[in-house]
């Protein structure tokens, strides 16, 4: 893939970048290197205070950098600054929130007696260069929830972006320079993919984290596993959407759409999966489909707009693919099911999708295995809770879900039974800074966001110290 900004509402390239050659990553490379050894050192004081100045500046870019995001991959702007602004409440949490989350952590002196020290703790040191392979979907956000605990624990970073958002990984570079981080903390990477292993087998580099696809996380994992270095990966994701008799079915049907489309459909935590149960199957099946009918496709530039193109031409291609692949074997398109009609002004050279839901799936379908990247769900009825957990359970990921219910023993059950990171009750699943975030399965391992997230990068230390002298 070229390094190139394609507005994917009409398919007009608007930005072409050159890769960077051996010499700039080299001399990145030091840099990252050189900063992480006095970087390391500063206090939170610090850091919070040149995190927060990054946040003030985002919160000033809002409008700018949002226009970027819509013009790179194709979300509606109103979602684009709702993304910004998120972005500079995380960097504000964890620059307030940092220096707690990493105390020196004292257990009880008499669970240490036995071991012969007059006192023990546990301190968390930063590891060194994070190398971040990150993804076009949520091109800000996916990048600061990586690089906010990360410089916060005193690490410095090097993002790798996707190739098709090259103006929003230079913009964050950008910003942090701006904020006043020393030279080399953080720093995009304009490479391609065919990069990736020689930097993350360089010695500069300590840990790596990657948000993307299943194949993408295999090689990185491949690659650090080689070096014995320390990954995270999110990868993807088939979240179901549990809808029980118990349910508010009419709000759950709303909430389903935007549980669905948000993105355009493109993320991994969009519910993909809606498992109704037979009770109330009939009318949230209704409800759910007039509210995707009535969405609005067009241009993501327009405020009115619901639902904006694909972000490449090969992601439609695949999605087609699943769906007529899907309605081949007998499913059912009880709304959507191809391109949209009536598109002008050269939005019909645009790479949209209609909003689609998907009735009657069956295994020999490849939608039943196979991560729904667009505004395409697919729906399931369900006889009861064992066989709507067994069918929730019926994929090779566990991201999140989602589980509309007012039963108590329903809500045991799910938390016990669905295989995945998250579990969210009467709602869709969301981010949050002050909340883990991660997958089982194929989706991935390890922890973002929170507590768990900082302490990724972190060498957790055992100081020990001996017997007082007398």
Known sequence: MPIATVNPANGETLRTFDAQGADEIERRLAAADAAFRAYRTTGFGERSRLLNRAADLLDEDQQDIARTMTLEMGKPLKASRAEAAKCAKAMRWYAAHAEGLLADEHPSPADVEDSGASRAYVHYRPLGTVLAVMPWNFPLWQVVRFAAPALMAGNTGLLKHASNVPQTALYLGDLFHR?????????????????????????????????????????????????????????????????????????????????????????????????????????????????????????????????????????????????????????????????????????????????????????????????????????????????????????????????????????????????????????????????????VKRSGYGRELAGHGIREFCNATTVWYGPEPR
Not at 199 to 206: E, G, N, P, S
Not at 314 to 337: P, S, Y
Not at 388 to 405: E, H, I, K, Q, Y
């Open 179 to 439: 904020a006043g981080f020393p030279a080399g903390c953080f720093q995009t990477l304009l490479v391609g993919s065919g990069a990736v292993e020689a930097i993350l087998r360089d010695r500069r580099v300590a840990a790596a984290t990657l948000t993307g696809s299943e194949p993408a996380g295999r090689a990185v994992a491949a690659v650090a596993g080689d070096e014995v270095k320390h990954t995270v990966l999110e990868l993807g994701g088939s979240d179901p959407y549990l809808v029980l008799p118990s349910a508010d079915v009419a709000k759950a049907a709303r909430t389903a759409v935007t549980a669905r489309v948000q993105n355009n459909g493109q993320s991994c935590i969009a519910a993909k999966r809606f498992i109704v149960h037979t009770q109330v199957y009939e009318e949230f099946a209704e409800r759910f489909t007039v509210g995707m009918r009535d969405l609005s496709v067009g241009d993501p530039l327009e405020e009115s707009t619901d639902i904006g193109p694909l972000a490449s031409e090969q992601g439609r291609t695949d999605l087609e693919e699943l769906v007529d692949d899907a309605v081949r074997h007998g499913a059912t398109a009880l709304c959507g099911g191809g391109r949209p009609e009536g598109l002008t002004g050269g939005l019909e050279r645009g790479w949209f999708y209609a909003p689609t839901v998907l009735a009657g799936i069956t295994p020999a379908m490849r939608i039943h295995q196979e991560e729904t990247f667009g505004p395409v769900a697919t729906l399931y009825r369900a006889e009861s809770l064992d066989e709507a957990l067994a069918l929730a359970n019926d994929t090779p990921f566990g991201l999140s879900s989602n589980v509309w219910t007012r039963d108590a023993e329903e809500s045991r059950r799910c938390i016990r039974d669905l295989e995945a990171g998250g579990v969210f009750f009467n709602g869709m699943t969301a981010s949050h800074p002050a909340l883990p975030f991660g997958g």
